[in-house]
Every structure is written in C-alpha cells, then in structure tokens.
C-alpha cells in the first residue's frame, strides 16, 4: 500500500500568518542590514564584506518571493485571480537564491541569524507551493464568502 503525501490546506489563516511573518522578518532584516549591522560590516575584510552584502540581497529576495507569493494566495481567496491564474509559472514560488555555506558562517551572528531565518522561512512556503500544484476542488461559493467575511472580521 502506497502513502499519499499529506498536503497542508491553504487557508487564509495560515497564508495571513505567513505574511505576518515574512513581513516581520522583512522588517527585521532591513533594520539590522539597513542600521544595526553596518559597524559589524565595516569590521569585516573586504572580501567578507561582499559576501555580506551578497547575503543581505539574498535575504531581501527571498522574502520578496514569499511575500508576492502570498499575496498571489491571498488574490486567489479572494476571488481576484482564479485558481489557474494563481498556480502559473509566472506566479510559483520559484527559486531561492542559494547561501554559500562558506560566506554565512563567517558573517557576525545577526546576519547568520536573518539568512537561516530567511531560508526556512522560505522553505516551509515551498513545500506548501509545492503542494498547492495538486489539483484541487473547485471551493463553493458558500465557502469562498464565508472565508472573505472571517478576514473582513
């Protein structure tokens, strides 16, 4: 007997709470990369210097992937995509940018703290890009309505 993967459900919840999340972390990330990291830059050599800001782009990207992902979700809950529309290429998840391993754990403890946050994050919202490729039912519009009326409150 073969086993199914289980699929985690979509629900506006859980895509808010992501949001919520990545955009913290986004928040996060500029401030320490932005402010609170320069004088730990500036005491890098200048090669790790690079790497460090190589790594802050990374991390930026990453979470503008997930956070236009999400909002790709939220369009499809709402009715202002349809499910197709969300679930084109154009509008996956994508790649992330892979970290050297050997950059990142040279970088001051802030900035590795941001990049591994950054990649789970990152890929804990793959695994539910994957998983919302599955073909789905087509919600009813009873439960599309009562979705749109628990944001609204």
């Known amino acids: 007997m073969t086993t199914q993967p289980i699929r985690a459900r979509l629900t506006p919840k859980l895509v808010d709470s992501l949001y919520v999340e990545a955009m913290l972390l986004a928040d996060e990330a500029r401030a320490y990369f932005d402010r609170n990291g320069k004088d730990e830059r500036m005491a890098l050599d200048p090669l790790l210097r690079v790497g460090f800001s190589v790594e802050s782009l990374k991390v930026t990207t990453r979470l503008m992937h997930i956070i236009a992902w999400l909002l790709t979700e939220r369009a499809i809950e709402t009715g202002e995509l349809t499910s197709a529309q969300g679930r084109a290429k154009a509008r996956r998840l994508g790649d992330a940018p892979v970290s ?4 990142i ?13 950054s990649q789970d994050l990152f890929a804990r919202v793959s695994r ?6 599955a073909s789905e039912p087509k919600p009813s519009p009873a ?5 749109r009326l628990e944001r609204s409150f």
């Open 105 to 117: 754990d040279k970088l001051p403890e802030g900035a590795l703290n941001l990049v591994r946050a």
């Open 143 to 147: 439960r599309s309505l009562l979705s």
């Open 128 to 133: 539910l890009d994957e998983g919302s490729v």
């Open 100 to 103: 050297d391993p050997s950059v």
